[in-house]
């Protein structure tokens, strides 16, 4: 079956989208508003940008209503948020601070999650976490304005926690990440079974 985009409807387009590209890893973002509130919410559009410099990338999809979640505002009037690693220990948690509340309200209260202060930057940290990138933003490019249309967003990477036992000589253990991938619709993609094969 082949399908004409301009012929689909934003929904059938965003399910086509999100249910082939994956697994996807999720950014689980951590920010801080201008009043002091502690805000965190997952996006599964996500991917590391550049190595040299370190710039991380991630798109808001833009709501039904046009306004921008409070991840992308909190970041545009402070300029900073934390993007942290989701594990199959954490997704329970990372799944209930996608709903939406208020913004006067903290998804790290709804959620009981266990936080820490981070090194360079003003919005907190998951602790349980087993990598962080504290970042500031870099650049937003709006993609377009309809719902499901998206906003990309430049992070530039400042500081990067790594939890001891996964750091190996130079190199963070991928067999003990235990990371999480998004699938399509309410699906996830453990990393249980890891798979390494030589490059030719």
């Not at 082949?2 to 999720?26: C, H, K, M, W």
């Not at 950014?27 to 940008?49: E, H, L, Q």
């Not at 190595?51 to 306004?67: A, D, E, H, I, K």
Request: net charge negative; with cysteine.
């Amino acid at each position: 079956m082949n399908f004409d985009v301009s012929e689909l409807a934003g929904q059938d387009r965003y399910r086509l989208l999100n249910g082939g590209v994956t697994p996807r890893p999720i950014a689980w973002i951590s920010t801080r508003s201008k009043a002091g509130i502690d805000n965190i919410a997952p996006y599964s559009f996500f991917t590391v940008a550049s190595c040299n410099p370190p710039v991380l990338l991630y798109t808001q999809v833009t709501q039904r209503s046009g306004l921008n979640k409070d991840t992308l505002q909190n970041l545009l009037e402070t300029g900073e948020c934390v993007v942290n690693i989701v594990t199959r220990e954490l997704l329970e948690k990372m799944n209930i601070t996608s709903a939406s509340i208020d913004k006067n309200d903290s998804e790290f209260e709804l959620a009981g999650l266990a936080h820490c202060v981070s090194e360079t930057v003003s919005p907190l940290s998951v602790k349980n976490s087993p990598i962080r990138y504290e970042c500031c933003l870099r650049e937003t490019i709006p993609l377009g304005d309809l719902p499901a249309g998206g906003t990309v967003v430049l992070l530039d990477v400042k500081s990067i926690f790594v939890r001891d036992d996964l750091y190996r000589d130079g190199l963070i253990n991928q067999e003990l990440i235990d990371s999480v991938g998004k699938m399509g619709g309410d699906g996830y993609s453990p990393t249980s079974t890891y798979l390494a094969l030589d490059r030719p």
